[in-house]
């Protein structure tokens, strides 16, 4: 397992999601409509505004947070719920992740919200957490949708309509969710330690619930906790991006101020976790590849002033270029990997490390390196330097997540969990203000054996013990707090195609690349830089694409004039970022930074570029990393299904920069590469002779070309370029079946190549009959037979992949179920396959396809970043934009006839090829 630092929603996200939907019906629960109808809406009365953020509330007792942004053209809605698994009572742990997905079963007056959500292509999702849970969805800003979606979420906070039967339902979907993080070291290590570490306090528990609790709990006992908990008074909803705001306002008051306040208040939890006594292990054995060690210690609330230490503490121990354990342990080649982060919690917070070693790895060294970093702080203290590159990484942080409005709405979500949203500008300025010493007692308080769980029991005659401070009163701690300015709105102008063929600029430099210039004023003055330089031939590049893959990330590991602590450090102090990657057959670079320090960034970047030393220690680093990566896909079914697809259609000879590997063939491939090798290659393929480049930001188009151009002049050569085409062996009807012992997650992949490219007639005929057919979890067809009806799989779906350039695509299918249900799922797709050929698709279901096509590009090109990308794509196969205009022209045009017929061409008329891997044999010997 490669680990990455995560932040608190990714976090949130990845181990609690839950997510579920489909048409349903009323149920004989008491509608609060007719009782809302009774009730006059009530005014929104504003509180404050921070930092561009509206604050209002409603007499309901309902926060409403608004902040508007008319540059971004899409819309945000979030509703946060202060109800986690924090607040589940004994037997009802899982309750609050299980309600989530039940919410999507629709309400009294909105009872098919899934295929609403696809029509109007929206984003959609929820999370559940320890202190909360949140629904949002995100689209191309239109009023139509913001009404739809604003009466949606106020009609499901007091009118959901889930039935037990559907409860029933759902419960082989959530059992599968159960399952995916059973099968992942990683997950099952911190969920054990959680519940270690926490005696009394729910913050122990795991969101998922357990399992006997999930499936035993009786159907009212939900229903009860729905009505405790869903209410205006425990919820804020906030509403981010383009939207009027007065028609907003009015909109809230009518749908949401209509709703009564319950007569009983919200109910005070009072569970307070002891004060640990002693260090507490924890052991799991279970089938995996590699070793991993965890420490946890106790932190207090992260509305406490010790958190903003604590989260500087985090960088200057976990940050993967300057950190202290990759300096002792990674690069050291104790460990493969190695992170260290905190979950900023309500009641007091996790303060955790993880270290990952290789294949043969002692893990009591592994501990006992550890320990002697997170312990021993007393006597190797923290320095100013290492506080000065935490903050300045910070500041960089949150300046560039401050320009992303809809992003901020979305992680306010965790803030108003802890209490007030505005906490979120007040850790951030009590981070700039946190002293050496502050970071140095939280670090010498909270990091002691006592305050551990991973170790064993040592009886101790004088117990040190950390004391974990009770939270601030946020009334108190918040009441003059102003915040900042708001950071500078773009300009409000979208990115259609014929806004972006006014502005657009394109120059050709003598090289051969192609410059695409797109001014235009961002928010925080961002300018967005995208590259794509192709170079070489596959009988050039043959036996060197491992090599070639190093090569991008190694640029930044130092050269002649730079350490690689000191470009990170620079990078920091320009608020910038550079992005620098190599496969067989290209550089790509992206650059993302501001009008202010943009020539800094593209100077900086020319001396990034100019003369890599390619360090032999930093290799080694990069190297253990990737064979630790390669060596945790034994065991793992969705790398084994993937890797048994990949070599059974693989259509390249052996050396081939395309070629399949084994895993060993891989590592072995790794562990050849050497330093002395990476300098030539990088003078040979790194090459602007057929280069793409797009900007996108308020720039003087001749100006940054100009800039660009003298940068990268110098790699400039003859060496040669020709594309390397895309192809699959034409195979069809092949069953590949692996076994992965332990597993409780079993994965499947269908892939059959089709010949198919983007510019083919019969391509926007087939996209909708595979969008129809796979396209979303929840109302496609295998999505409502295989997830929402019968319950097999958390994760399914389907689809087709193809380019305008090769004449080849692929379709593709895939899901993952417990193992006795595959053979269940591949019936079920070969069933709706066989449903298509005899009764077609219905006229409702293309049209909501179609509409669902359009909304979901609208939303997609919102983001420079995408228009960016379009622009470096547009120039390399030599397409005019307005081929995406004329696309939805055709696609509007299309009839139910030519989209069943694709499908029956392209899909129905191929014998499915099936990839699995999973516990099967296990499955066999129960039966």
Not at 334 to 351: E, G, I, P, R, W
Not at 786 to 810: F, H, P, W
């Amino acid at each position: 397992m490669k680990f990455l630092k995560p932040t608190l929603l990714s976090l949130s996200v990845s181990i609690a999601l839950g997510l579920s939907g489909c048409a349903t019906n009323a149920d004989s629960t008491t509608s609060a409509t007719a009782q809302n109808e009774q009730v006059q809406s009530s005014p929104l009365t504003y509180v404050r505004t921070v930092e561009g953020i509206e604050e209002y509330t409603l007499e309901n007792g309902l926060k409403v947070l608004l902040y508007p942004d008319a540059s971004q053209p899409k819309t945000l809605v979030n509703v946060t719920y202060r109800v986690g698994s924090l607040h589940e009572n004994y037997g009802e742990t899982g309750m609050a992740h299980l309600l989530e997905h039940m919410l999507f079963k629709g309400s009294t007056n909105y009872q098919n919200i899934d295929k609403e959500f696809k029509k109007r292509g929206m984003g959609k999702n929820a999370s559940t957490w320890l202190d909360r849970t949140n629904y949002f969805e995100t689209f191309d800003a239109n009023e139509d949708s913001l009404e739809w979606s604003i009466g949606m979420e106020a009609d499901r906070m007091v009118n959901a309509t889930f039935t037990e039967e559907q409860l029933k339902s759902e419960m082989t979907v959530v059992r599968n969710e159960m399952e995916r993080g059973e099968t992942s070291p990683f997950r099952m290590l911190m969920g054990r330690m959680s519940s270690m570490a926490f005696l009394w306090h729910n913050y122990g528990k795991s969101t998922i619930g357990a399992r006997s609790d999930v499936e035993n709990f009786p159907f009212p006992r939900l229903r009860e906790f729905y009505k405790k908990h869903y209410r205006p008074d425990n919820a804020v909803l906030t509403i981010a991006g383009r939207f009027d705001k007065e028609k907003t306002m009015a909109l809230i008051e009518q749908k949401f101020g209509s709703i009564q306040k319950p007569e009983q208040p919200m109910q005070a939890l009072y569970t307070v976790e002891p004060t640990q006594d002693g260090e507490r292990s924890v052991n799991i054995r279970r089938v995996g590849d590699l070793p991993i060690v965890g420490l946890s210690y106790h932190a207090p609330s992260g509305l406490h002033q010790d958190s903003a230490a604590l989260t500087l503490l985090t960088d200057i121990l976990g940050d993967n270029t300057r950190g202290r354990l990759q300096k002792a342990l990674v690069e050291t080649g104790v460990a493969t990997s190695a992170m260290n982060f905190m979950f900023n919690l309500k009641d007091s917070s996790q303060y955790l490390f993880f270290v990952e070693g290789n294949k043969d790895s002692d893990i009591n060294e592994l501990e006992t390196k550890l320990l002697a970093i997170t312990e021993s702080l007393k006597d190797n203290p923290i320095t100013q330097e290492e506080l000065d590159l935490a903050k300045a990484k910070n500041a960089r942080q949150a300046e560039q997540t401050m320009r992303n409005v809809t992003g901020v709405g979305m992680a306010l979500s965790e803030y108003i969990a802890m209490g007030d949203y505005r906490h979120v500008f007040y850790s951030r300025d009590q981070i700039a203000e946190t002293t050496l010493e502050q970071v140095q007692a939280a670090a010498d308080a909270y990091l002691i054996r006592s305050n551990r769980t991973t170790g064993r029991f040592i009886p101790t005659e004088k117990p040190v013990r950390a004391e974990i401070p009770q939270a601030p009163d946020l009334t108190e701690l918040l009441k003059d707090y102003k915040g900042k300015e708001v950071v500078a709105a773009g300009e409000v102008f979208d990115n259609t195609v014929p806004n972006i063929k006014s502005r657009l600029e394109t120059i050709k430099w003598q090289e051969g690349t192609e410059v695409s210039i797109y001014p235009k004023k961002l928010r925080g003055g961002q300018v967005i830089i995208s590259m794509h330089f192709p170079s070489g031939t596959a009988d050039a590049l043959a036996g060197n694409a491992t090599a070639i893959g190093f090569i991008g990330a190694m640029v930044q590991k130092g050269n002649e004039k730079y350490s690689k602590e000191d470009i990170a450090n620079k990078l920091d102090q320009l608020k910038s970022s550079i992005s620098v990657s190599t496969s067989a057959g290209s550089t790509d670079v992206s650059i993302n930074t501001d009008e202010e320090n943009l020539d800094e960034t593209i100077k900086f970047f020319g001396e990034i570029m100019a003369t890599p030393t390619f360090p032999e220690k930093e290799l080694e680093v990069m190297k253990r990393g990737s064979i630790a990566n390669i060596e945790q896909q034994r065991n793992d079914p969705s790398s084994i299904a993937v890797n048994s697809f990949k070599k059974s259609l693989n259509n390249y000879p052996k050396g081939h920069p395309l070629a399949y590997y084994t895993l060993d063939e891989r590592i072995a491939n790794v562990k050849a590469v050497s330093s002395s090798e990476l300098a030539p290659l990088y003078k040979s393929f790194t090459n602007i002779n057929n280069g793409h480049v797009a900007v996108v930001g308020d720039v003087n188009a001749k100006e940054i070309s100009q800039q660009l151009h003298a940068t990268l002049v110098s790699f400039s050569n003859d060496t040669e370029y020709v594309r390397m085409a895309k192809t699959m062996k034409p195979e069809q009807g092949l069953v590949v079946s692996t076994e992965t012992p332990d597993k409780a997650n079993a994965s499947l992949y269908l892939i059959n190549p089709i010949n198919m490219k983007v510019t083919h007639p019969d391509y926007l005929a087939l996209a909708m009959a595979s969008k129809i057919f796979g396209g979303d979890a929840f109302t496609s067809r295998v999505g409502a037979r295989i997830r929402v009806k019968e319950g097999y799989s958390y994760s399914v779906g389907a689809g087709i992949s193809a380019n305008t350039l090769d004449e080849q695509g692929m379709f593709w299918g895939m899901a993952i179920s417990a193992p006795e249900n595959m053979d269940n799922v591949i019936a079920a797709f070969k069933e709706e396959i066989q449903k298509v050929v005899d009764d077609g698709f219905t006229a409702e279901e293309l049209e909501q396809a179609v509409e669902g096509y359009i909304s979901d590009r609208n939303r997609q090109w919102a983001a420079n970043s995408t228009i960016a990308s379009l622009l470096v794509k547009a120039t390399k196969i030599d397409q005019d934009l307005s081929f995406y205009d004329e696309q939805i022209v055709a696609l509007k045009k299309l009839t139910l006839e030519q989209v069943n017929d694709a499908f029956v061409k392209y899909i129905a008329a191929q014998q499915l090829n099936v990839f699995k891997a999973g516990d099967f044999a296990k499955v066999a010997d129960q039966t």
